[in-house]
């Protein structure tokens, strides 16, 4: 179940700050849990497991980093788009915004361990996905250690939270595990 709660963390931290945005406002959701603010990444979320505890359920470390500010110097440094919040023009504190998204981590945790489903993932995954997808019909490139190994048009995330992506002998899924999804073009070696 853990890259589905990639996934769905990914999805919660979005929720929560869609909720203290305006209406009509650039973020989205890049697969699996990179926030952008349009074309520019605002925030990545990371998550590992911490080994067992004694009743043997998994511990999660959950974080994310997002940039607050100095976005155009780190664009011009790094040569691709990059957003900090101050683009969005949240006028509320940073301490409110990392309790809204730690709430919304916690009431995803528990609707996951309620809902998870082995062989079937989180059947309302892919319509909660779709609300904030960055991804959604814009043709992609899967990477390996910076090699292209797929290409195809994203088309959502499936429930156990796999990007499903058409291509050319039809429609496949990409792990979370060790790819990495671009929306440039990158030239195949």
């Given at each position: ?7 769905r963390?990914?999805?919660a ?41 004694a ?13 607050l ?22 006028a ?20 996951a ?5 082995p ?7 892919p319509a ?11 043709a ?5 250690n ?25 429609e ?18």
């Open positions: 179940a853990l890259p589905t709660l990639s996934v963390l990914g999805l931290a979005c929720e929560a700050l869609d909720s203290l945005l305006a209406p009509g406002h650039r973020l989205c959701l890049k697969w699996p849990n990179d926030l952008q603010w349009g074309e520019a990444k605002l925030a990545g979320i990371l998550m590992e497991s911490a080994g067992s505890s009743a043997g359920r998994t511990r999660l470390v959950i974080g994310m980093g997002m940039n500010r100095g976005a155009e110097s780190l664009s011009a440094t790094l040569g691709r788009a990059v957003a900090d919040w101050r683009m969005a023009d949240c509320h504190p940073p301490d409110l915004v990392c309790a809204t998204i730690a709430g919304r981590w916690a009431l995803a945790l528990r609707e361990e309620s809902n998870w489903q062989r079937h993932g989180l059947s309302d995954l909660a996905f779709a609300r904030h997808d960055a991804l959604a019909g814009h992609v490139n899967v990477l390996d910076g090699i292209v190994q797929r290409q195809g048009v994203a088309c959502g995330v499936a429930p156990d939270g796999q990007l499903r992506l058409r291509g050319e002998n039809g496949f899924l990409v792990n979370v595990g060790d790819i990495s999804v671009r929306a440039d073009t990158v030239a195949t070696p």
